[in-house]
């Protein structure tokens, strides 16, 4: 399922981990707007997860479905799945503006939400899923996956965390992703009230990333940019967006997001993270070494010892599934806290807010 | 004399390309604060200049200078030199304060002047060279070594000029430096009136280069932070700084500075610069390719016809130091213009000006 040239369709599989039993965590699927679908549904199945129904308006998306997860029961209006007491999650990936109203019927319905980034297009709908969250209990978890689904991103956690860097002052991510041919693209794509603006959008994995590798609970935006300068005959398409921001701990972050990846590119974007301490710094090349290795998951580490390169796919695999099935069971915190999920969406909206149309 | 550990030693020599014939363009070198002087006469002399004298007030640098260069006339005073008709430029690399003042006396004496950078302190300096240029006709050369003396940085720039990239909208820059054994430092380097503050010593590199490769004249300052992190022991010192800035053309720039290289890395600094376009981009690793080969000038073009890197250590030549040679003798803006230079200085400064100090 991994397409390498086209992000929409970006699933990794992984390692199994089962941390559930058979029947002990059913999920159902439903809003198959972007293809992020299918990398959350694999996690949560090598998590030992039960994928058994699917909803989407179109019946072509959902015979799509079916033939990479037979084993779902097709349901005909969404009702079925969020009045079935032994679903216990609701994953969707629905268009950007769709996520935190369906995230609240979930909740409203007593089951817990596992949506694509980004969580939601308007600080309203914020507001409004932290407000049911609090009332119902549930939780309201978010597919992140330039942190959660890639291995050198998660190896990268790891070794922040146990010191190989110092303290880490800066995170610099830049995320630019392909176009690709816009006829295979939905009409929500190009419009601004429907995905939310570049940095709302994909900017969210950043803000994301900075807080998780920092260890911030919180920042401020200091500035930020969206711009168009490359696709005019689609007026509400930002291909450009930047925005720096200020941790609470001191800590900083600089994050770039385009859809200028160039044609010739192997793969969707060649993704990076700069992570900077005070000990040393890690560089992640996610997707593909440029110019130099097709294959993704590369980790740079340079310290005070020396300068190391490690390969990593397939070897670190996603725990951040097996995390996210045990807190939904649970009610822990493990995979991430639900004030850091909402932060992180907090923030770029606030950024998408600030930012300074340059460009023309 | 190229020396990897050490940044303030850092100076290339490239393939001869004389603009001059014998005593056409005599020139001296005086206050040798920073090693890049040895830099800058390397890149005058590949050009056809010739250093006729020397003056500094510690003789233990004298001597060290001659041993490099044991064609240069030591002299007592700088007045021999300033005074000598014969000379056409003085090359300096003053303590960052007096390099603004040093200049106007050059310049004054009917000279033409070559300074380190960063080329001023403060605004009022740069107001006074300005004030001393329009009155002279003289010419305030600066030696911005992170594009004109780096063979990839020359290649991005006839690359970008070329349209490899189409429209650039974006450079993003990095330029980490190690601070090394402070013992080896000068007092000046930790303190800040002295050398300026970060953004304003090695940032000026980065604005300059902004300018350069986007093609803009002017351009805003969006947001600027600068830090100590990680050298409470000297508290005048930023050993981190940041800046993100508007072009009048509408393309942007992000620049990240800092004293925090870690000492396992092979060299003094992993300079990046990523230059991207509507139809491309160029990534620099200046000094190394991190993890894979201690030899620098690695450039990566990606375009819509696929990736390329190519290794351009000791094939593409220094340019800079023969047009700055014939500027010098013929009145012409080859080189690069003086409204270039100023503006690049400007900006690092106002940069320094409006930056948040953050890391507390």
């Not at 419009?191 to 994995?205: M, N, P, Q, T, V």
């Not at 493990?334 to 992180?344: L, W």
């Amino acid at each position: 399922m991994v397409q390498k040239a086209d992000g929409m369709t970006y699933a990794p599989k992984g390692k199994a981990a089962q941390v559930v039993g058979p029947g002990q965590f059913r999920f159902a699927a439903m809003h198959l707007d972007h293809g992020h679908i299918y990398g959350m549904c694999n996690g949560l199945i090598e998590a030992g997860g039960e994928l058994v129904a699917v909803y989407d308006s179109q019946p072509e998306r959902v015979a799509a479905f079916l033939k990479t997860y037979p084993q779902a029961t097709v349901v005909a209006d969404e009702r079925a799945i969020l009045e079935d007491p032994t679903i216990r999650l609701i994953a969707a990936a629905a268009i950007p503006c769709d996520r935190g109203p369906l995230g609240c019927r979930a909740m409203e319905h007593g089951k817990d939400y596992f949506t694509d980034k980004t969580p939601f297009t308007t600080l309203e709908q914020l507001a409004q899923a932290r407000a049911v969250l609090a009332r119902t209990g549930r939780r309201y978890f978010v597919y992140f996956s330039e942190r959660l689904h890639v291995e050198c991103a998660v190896e990268a956690g790891r070794l922040i965390a146990a010191g190989a860097i110092g303290r880490p002052v800066q995170v610099l991510g830049l995320g630019p992703h392909r176009l690709g041919d816009p006829g295979k693209r939905p009409a929500w794509f190009f419009e601004r009230a429907k995905y939310g603006g570049i940095l709302c959008d994909i900017g969210s994995h950043q803000i994301e990333q900075f807080l998780a590798y920092t260890n911030n609970t919180t920042a401020k935006i200091q500035a930020a940019k969206v711009a168009n300068y490359n696709c005019p005959q689609f007026p509400e398409l930002e291909d450009f967006g930047d925005l720096t921001l200020i941790g609470a701990n001191g800590a900083t972050g600089y994050h770039r997001v385009d859809w200028l990846n160039p044609k010739g590119l192997a793969t969707w974007g060649d993704g990076r993270t700069i992570i900077l301490g005070t000990d040393g710094y890690i560089e992640l090349r996610k997707y593909i070494n440029v110019g130099t290795d097709t294959a993704g998951d590369h980790l740079f580490l340079v310290d005070h010892q020396g300068e190391r390169h490690v390969e990593l796919a397939g070897k670190i695999g996603f725990p951040f599934f097996g995390q996210l099935v045990r807190d939904s069971l649970d009610g822990t915190e493990t995979a991430m806290t639900q004030a850091h999920i909402f932060m992180s969406a907090e923030l770029c909206l606030e950024a998408q807010r600030v930012a300074v149309r340059v460009g023309e």
